[in-house]
């Protein structure tokens, strides 16, 4: 079924794969974070300064007009009224106080800065000087000519709005820097999911493209980016990849079809060759492999039917497994040197006869090459009973498969190492072919531990009805 770029874009990425999603939203946040904290930082030094500074120019405009009254007036005429700004003022002479608000009466001199007339100073004084401990003043001092009575004018207002402002600015920061930080997380999480989208549904499809259908292709997105480009890019691969594996298959199956003629004309001469010729053991030999090289060229062939998708389950009916078995242990039991026991219960399955004969057969054979004297058989009805199919296993008391290997061995030419060193280890093709007519039949096939030969055990369950997806 293809994925339609809607698809695409409406679906969601699974809970299990956000590692990249989650990288991209922290580093987001991260530097989001960085650039918020500077921002506030500068943003509440600002504002400070700038408070700040509004205070002074405040100060500097009410000593500028005290100043001016001064002049026009005197001291002896000077009237300082009050400030709707909070200023407050001093005229002083020297250390003498020659006028000043009522809020300042009876207070000294607030500073002992003299700059010229006409030239203005500033500083800071504590509150505690004009009565009002724990806060700090913005101090103005403009000199002014002495003829005027006084040589300065000096005016102080509060910071605290200035202090206040910028503890706003503070508080409001500390709380909507977090809040922003959310929103942004909560933004990029959303906008990488949805950019990583079709990345994981190409991801998600490419997963479920085996090697047994090579047909299917990723959806294609209808954007012109980097991720339509690996669309494209990956379906070019998987028609590559899907005309090299035809192709390797048509190979094996033509090989295999044109080795059975020569393969039979061999056969033919050298039993011709040993009726009517004189007696050769070199006749049994070649008979021998003649045999050996049909049985490879057959098994290549049944393999390379699997992968064209005609290996389906022929003629259908009840299978007694167990009868199966027996069968196998009277053939094996007339072998010298082998002891074949068995603990066989009725197993019914439901497929082909003829290839649950060869799994059992190929599965009895491979445990034969690899024992040292000894077999055992066994069978079952599954847990649910009769309905639910069987099972039958192979145990032998050779070495075993080691766990790394329990699954490598059903590839197709592998065999283990002590295998290889025997003259009849087998082609490795057996245990290929017993797994794909038992996954054929909606089946499982394993090794797993011994249960009572201290060798290999492989177990092969088979369901009452397979489904019809199993018919592959």
Request: aromatic share 2%; glycine share 10%.
């Amino acid at each position: 079924m293809q994925t339609t770029p809607a698809e695409v874009m409406e679906g969601d990425l699974p809970s299990g794969r956000v590692g990249m999603r989650a990288r991209a939203t922290a580093a987001a946040v991260a530097v989001v974070a960085v650039a918020l904290a500077l921002a506030a930082a500068v943003l509440v030094v600002l504002v400070g300064r700038t408070v700040q500074d509004t205070v002074t120019a405040s100060a500097s405009t009410r000593v500028q007009e005290v100043a001016a009254d001064l002049r026009l007036n005197g001291s002896g005429g000077l009237q300082i009224s009050g400030s709707e700004d909070g200023a407050m003022v001093q005229v002083l002479r020297g250390d003498t106080v020659v006028a000043a608000s009522t809020d300042l009466a009876g207070v000294p001199a607030l500073t002992g800065l003299t700059p010229g007339p006409g030239h203005q100073e500033s500083g800071q004084v504590d509150g505690a000087v004009v009565g009002e401990p724990g806060d700090t003043f913005r101090l103005v001092v403009l000199g002014v000519p002495s003829s005027s009575g006084a040589d300065r004018v000096v005016a102080v207002q509060s910071l605290a709005v200035a202090e206040n402002a910028q503890a706003l600015v503070a508080r409001l920061a500390a709380v909507g820097v977090p809040v922003l930080l959310v929103v942004v997380a909560l933004a990029t999480w959303w906008s990488v999911g949805r950019a990583l989208r079709p990345v994981e549904v190409i991801r998600a499809r490419t997963a479920r493209i085996g090697a047994a259908d090579l047909s299917a292709r990723v959806p294609q997105p209808r954007t012109r980016d980097e991720i339509a480009a690996l669309a494209t890019t990956m379906n070019a691969m998987l028609a590559r990849l899907e005309t090299s594996v035809a192709q390797q298959r048509a190979f094996v199956s033509d090989a295999g079809h044109e080795l059975r003629s020569p393969i039979a004309t061999i056969r033919t001469q050298t039993e011709v060759a040993r009726r009517v010729g004189p007696p050769d053991p070199m006749h049994d030999l070649v008979l021998g492999e003649v045999a050996r090289l049909e049985r490879l060229v057959s098994d290549m062939l049944t393999l390379a039917s699997a992968d064209e998708g005609h290996h389906r389950v022929g003629r259908r009916q009840d299978v007694d497994l167990d009868d199966l078995l027996a069968a196998e242990r009277s053939r094996l039991r007339a072998q010298p040197g082998l002891v074949v026991t068995g603990d066989l219960a009725a197993a019914r399955a439901w497929g082909d006869p003829a290839a649950l004969a060869r799994v059992v057969r190929n599965a009895v054979d491979n445990a034969v090459r690899h024992s040292r004297g000894r077999l055992h058989l066994t069978s079952g009805p599954a847990a649910g009973g009769a309905a639910g199919g069987a099972w039958l296993a192979v145990e032998d008391d050779g070495p075993g498969v080691a766990a790394a290997d329990r699954e490598r061995v059903f590839g197709r030419f592998v065999r283990l190492d002590e295998a290889r060193a025997r003259g009849d280890g087998g082609s490795g093709l057996g245990l290929a072919i017993v797994r794909e007519v038992v996954l054929a039949h909606g089946g499982h096939v394993e090794f797993t531990d011994p249960d009572v030969l201290p060798g290999a055990r492989l177990l092969v369950r088979l369901p009452a009805q397979p489904p019809e997806a199993s018919n592959r």
